[in-house]
């Protein structure tokens, strides 16, 4: 079992930054890729960024490139994603997720959320114009 637990989220202006982090519980955090995802009001599940287990791979939705950061540190059993320059759009419920399959190569990473196993229960992120 994987338990999540996300936080950092909060009102914040358009143009600010925040960081969202994610704890997790277990053993071999280390040797799952994790995930960011969140859900608008009235809207399905997006992808946002995911890294590797390694930390060596990252992705991230094009809405975000260039603007939000994700990182991990094994060490702490926890994965991070720094935004700035943040856009009222970027209002949503932040989800982090892990992909706890076995036998994952070190580089791989996924953007589709049925690829994840575990989830927390969100933090809330809005901009305000």
């Known amino acids: 079992q994987v338990q999540l637990v996300e936080s950092g989220g909060g009102l914040v202006q358009a143009g600010g930054s925040l960081r969202l982090s994610c704890a997790a519980s277990?053993?071999?955090?280390?040797?799952?890729?994790m995930g960011w995802f969140r859900q608008a009001p009235e809207k399905e599940r997006e992808f946002v960024a995911a890294?590797?287990?390694?930390?060596?791979?990252?992705g991230y939705a094009d809405s975000v490139k260039g603007r939000f950061t994700i990182l991990r540190d094994n060490a702490k059993n926890t994965v991070y994603l720094q935004m700035n320059s943040l856009k009222p759009e970027d209002t949503a419920v932040y989800y982090c997720?892990?992909?706890?399959?076995?036998?994952?190569?070190?580089?791989?990473?996924?953007?589709?959320?049925?690829?994840?196993?575990?989830w927390g229960q969100g933090t809330q992120v809005t901009v305000s114009s």
């Open positions: 997720a892990a992909d706890a399959r076995p036998g994952l190569i070190s580089s791989f990473y996924s953007t589709l959320g049925t690829r994840y196993n575990y």
């Open positions: 277990g053993r071999t955090f280390s040797r799952y890729p």
């Open positions: 890294v590797s287990w390694s930390g060596g791979s990252t």
